[in-house]
């Protein structure tokens, strides 16, 4: 069995579809959305109308700081642009749509995979994961053996060893990762709609159950359209900039 990990899409139609159909040629048969559906980009009905199709299929999904914001009005906390995509997305999209976005948990748990979108400790405080001491931190608040999860932007892979230590490296796209049973690994998937990593192509992995490894994969996309479609939406143009820097 095979498992997409989707995180951070945030409303970009183009790098989603994108990572769907190369999912989809890899043998995929199950997908997990790991929150934040929405923000940023200019499609957030497109987006939200694949999820709710995908999880009536048995696709898994967990609420997103940004879908939460759109669902419950944005946090202070948040930037400028951030707030002001979500407060365009909240007048734009069907009560369907937060409908859908009110039913999702903060967290799922199957088998000995936990999703979130943030972290294990807190997955509603939004803290990020970004050091091993960090990834420690959220390992301990689990029992699973796997943790996956979204939200830097930026992929990620830690493993635990039996004395406790926490290691990271970076993972190289479409190199295949051996998920040795006798460590403990959390992975944080990259975004599909908005990479921070100096890469513009779409971020997302590949857990294959039956052969033990986990494929993180950098998939191209149409930038230039999803960039052009927010500015033309009125949106912030930085949100549309750092879509062909990725950064």
Known sequence: MRIALL??????????????????????????????????????EWVLDTAIDL?????????GNHDAAVLRGAERTMRDDAQAAV???????????????????????SADSLYVHANA?????????????????????????????????????????????????????GVEIPLGSHHRWLAVLGAVGQPRDGNPAASYAIHDLEQRHLTFHRVPYDVES??????????????????????
């Open 55 to 63: 999880a009536r299929e048995g696709a898994r999904v967990v609420l």
């Open 121 to 173: 400790w807190k997955p509603g405080g939004w803290e990020y994961i970004a050091t091993s001491v960090d990834a420690r931190r959220s390992l301990d608040a689990t029992d699973c053996r796997f943790t996956f999860c979204g939200h830097l932007h930026v992929p990620a892979l830690y493993h635990q060893g039996t004395m406790g230590r926490v290691a990271h490296f970076a993972p190289v796209a």
């Open 7 to 44: 995180a951070d899409v945030h409303a970009n139609r183009e790098a989603l579809a994108a990572c769907l159909d190369h999912a989809r040629h890899h043998g995929v048969g199950h997908y997990v959305f790991l929150g934040d559906l929405v923000g940023y980009g200019a499609d957030p």
């Open 226 to 247: 999803a960039a052009r479609k927010i500015t033309e939406a009125g949106l912030p143009a930085w949100l549309a900039a750092r879509l062909e820097t990725g950064v």
């Open 87 to 109: 407060a365009w997305m909240r007048a734009r999209i069907a009560p369907a749509h937060l409908e859908f976005l009110a039913g999702l948990p903060l967290s799922l748990a």
